[in-house]
């Protein structure tokens, strides 16, 4: 086999990030109108429109409502992201932290 082929199939099968290593204890509350933030910081793969696109179809992690704006707790999100990434071909779903989205 030669080596861009090589090259071609590790890239396709990334390591998967372990989100629960990744996200501060912390912090205990992520909340949607912070999505991008998250995505500069944390380097969450998915921009908040599309977030707010799966939670209105019931596809999106599981959500409360805090002074009228959707939060999900670091456990759910956690857990939702690692489902959301074994799903993924590519087995991970970060993206670089500090791009522009």
Not at 18 to 46: A, C, M, T
Not at 50 to 57: A, F, G, R
């Amino acid at each position: 086999m030669e080596h861009s082929a090589m090259s071609t199939i590790s890239s396709q099968h990334a390591t998967p990030v372990d989100w629960d290593k990744l996200l501060p204890p912390s912090v205990g509350i992520f909340w949607r109108h912070r999505w991008k933030e998250y995505v500069q910081n944390y380097g969450f793969p998915f921009s908040r429109g599309y977030i707010q696109n799966l939670d209105s179809q019931g596809e999106g992690p599981p959500h409360v409502l805090q002074f009228g704006r959707v939060a999900y707790t670091r456990e759910e999100l956690v857990g939702w992201l690692n489902t959301r990434q074994a799903m993924h071909p590519k087995g991970n779903l970060c993206r670089t932290p500090g791009k522009s989205v």
